[in-house]
Structures are given as structure tokens and as C-alpha cells.
């Protein structure tokens, strides 16, 4: 009878936590997940910039390689580039199959321009792209900005078209410019 009754004492005691357990256990819990916030807001950041980082190799490979395309078949029938300076084209087939808008040897600063030749998926990569002209006089831009961002304007990648002359010749060929401070 006496092992019957020890049982029951022993179950009783073992019922759950006590309230200062379940406080110290609460309390833990919170200095680490403060400890952790910091650093997965700062993940965010990088990723915002790190995505920024592919977008600007995407429009600066892309351009290089429009560009290259439009020199080597340019003349031969198949593909005509526009001349510097003249008026923008659309040239067939140029960029695996996709026509692209070209304006003074380069892809234009428009959805159908770099970002055909770029490959840019707006919705899919969560960006916003905005026609976008540089400080000053001059060629077209286009802006990518991060969608999520602190302030998207501070969080993007800028294609500017290139310059002509009159001569015929490239002078400025087109650019690509991050800014990532809003990120």
C-alpha cells in the first residue's frame, strides 16, 4: 500500500513547469531573438544588394553582347544596325530569338530594348523598372529599382543609353549604374 501511495506523491510532483521556469524560459528566449533580429534584417539588405549586383552583370553582359552581335552581322543582309545617331531600330531575331530595340549600336533604355536583350523578368524577380533619364542633358535611362527596399528610388540599377555623333561613331557606348544606399 505504501508503494501505491508513493507513486501518487510522485505523479502529483511532476505535474508541469513552475511559473518561474516557464518565465526564465520566456525570458531566454526573447535575449536571443533580439540577439538574431539585427542579423536577419541585415541578411535582407545584402540580398536586396546582392540582387542589384545580378541585374547590373545582366544589363552589362547583355548590352556588350547586343553590341557585339549588331558589329559582327551588321552589313551582312541579315541584321542592319542603326547608325550613331540615327533613329532607333528594332532588329529581328537578335537576341535568341527575341526582337530588340536598338538605338546607336546598343539595346534601347525600354521594356522591349535591354530588357528583352537582358532577359528581365519584372514580376518574378520583384522589380520595378521606370523610365529613368540621367542628371542633364542626354540619352534615355531605365531604372531597376528592389522592390521591398527602404526607399526604392536609393536601390537600383540604371542602363543609359549610348551616345552618338555625327561622324557615325559610338562616343559614349551605354552604362550601368548601381546605387545601393537606400537598400
Not at 536598338?102 to 521594356?111: E, F, H, K, R
Not at 524577380?125 to 542626354?138: E, H, I, K
Not at 531597376?144 to 543609359?160: H, K, S
Request: aromatic fraction near 4%.
Amino acid at each position: 500500500m505504501t508503494f501505491i501511495l508513493n507513486a501518487r506523491r510522485r505523479r502529483k510532483n511532476a505535474a508541469g513547469f513552475t511559473l518561474i521556469e516557464l518565465v526564465v524560459v520566456i525570458t531566454i528566449l526573447a535575449i536571443l531573438s533580439a540577439a538574431a533580429l539585427p542579423r536577419f534584417v541585415s541578411l535582407q539588405q545584402d540580398a536586396r544588394i546582392a540582387k542589384l549586383d545580378g541585374i547590373a552583370g545582366a544589363l552589362r553582359s547583355a548590352a556588350a553582347l547586343a553590341h557585339a552581335v549588331c558589329l559582327t552581322r551588321s552589313g551582312t543582309g541579315a541584321i542592319v544596325c542603326p547608325a550613331s545617331n540615327g533613329p532607333a531600330a528594332t532588329i529581328t531575331a537578335l537576341m535568341e530569338g527575341a526582337d530588340v530595340s536598338m538605338v546607336n549600336q546598343y539595346p534601347a533604355a525600354t521594356n522591349i530594348g535591354i530588357d528583352r536583350a537582358a532577359n528581365v523578368d519584372l514580376v518574378n524577380n520583384r522589380l520595378t523598372a521606370v523610365a529613368a533619364p540621367p542628371a542633364g542633358a542626354g540619352p534615355n535611362g531605365r531604372a531597376f529599382m528592389v522592390d521591398g527596399a527602404a526607399d526604392p528610388t536609393t536601390c537600383a540599377a540604371t542602363y543609359v543609353e549610348a551616345v552618338g555623333s555625327v561622324t557615325g561613331q559610338v562616343t559614349i557606348p551605354a552604362t550601368v549604374t548601381i546605387v545601393s544606399s537606400g537598400c
